[in-house]
């Protein structure tokens, strides 16, 4: 085939031609070849993501404690804290402290937890801080061996087992006899509360406010709403004798209170 004719053949091919120099020779370029992928078999894998970590499923909480029966009657309430074992005052303890005075009272006093002398004699408030707490109930007219609502006066503690060495009674032994307060409260039906020191106000209102703060205001107790007053701890009048005069304010307040109509 002549030179002209094979360049015309080639050139529909849409094959590029070219020429030796100083022959005229005309020659065909390769043609262009794609190179195939290779198969998918063979193919380099993409790297994959890594997987986020399942965590393992969380184990179940444990289930609540069920609420304790607490008895709704007087009798049923003191053998119940006779016998009481709830929190660990009941290792150290000579007997239970339940509460002492009218279960009818207008007026209900709590203080923070039995001493010495009140664990050795079952009663509430029997030595010297005591007897000056009766003395300033005989000032406002009242008494724990009075009946007359009148004159009568409740008195009981957060805690009813004495705290190893008078300390403050902890967080979950109030938890523990709260059920017991709570029921005292809920028989007595009081007109007014008052709270005994710092720890009996912070347990009862379960606040950490110091006494400063929590003395004076009016404040409110349980699904009731009983009106809650704070004063000093009668132990602590005898340490500070010049406090005395503002506890004296307190107890008018209280007699205020407890004189107004329901």
Known sequence: MDTARR???????????????????VTAAAPSVEEPEPPA??????????????????AAAPAAAAPREVPADWSGLRATVKDCQACK??????????????????????????????????EPFVGRAGKLLDEMLKAIGRSRRQAAPEQAVFIANVVKCRPPGNRDPEADEVEACRPYLDRQIELVKPKLIVALGRVAA?????TDAPLSR????????????TPVFVTYHPAYLLRSPREKAKSWEDLKRIHRHLAEPA
């Not at 360049?7 to 005229?24: D, F, P, V």
């Not at 993409?46 to 970590?53: L, Q, S, Y």
């Not at 009818?104 to 709590?110: E, F, I, W």
Request: aromatic content about 4%.
């Open 7 to 25: 360049q015309r053949y080639l050139h529909l091919l849409g094959i590029e031609t070219w020429a030796l120099r100083g022959t005229g020779k």
């Open 41 to 58: 078999a063979i193919r380099e894998p993409m790297p994959r993501k890594p997987r986020p970590a399942v965590p393992p499923p969380a």
């Open 89 to 122: 005052l009941c290792a150290t303890r000579t007997q239970t402290v339940f509460g002492v005075g009218s279960e009818t009272s207008p007026l209900m006093v709590v203080g923070e937890g039995p001493g010495a002398d009140e664990d050795a004699q079952g």
């Open 202 to 206: 912070q347990r009862l209102l379960a």
């Open 214 to 225: 929590l003395r004076g205001p009016l404040h409110r107790y349980g699904p009731t709403q």
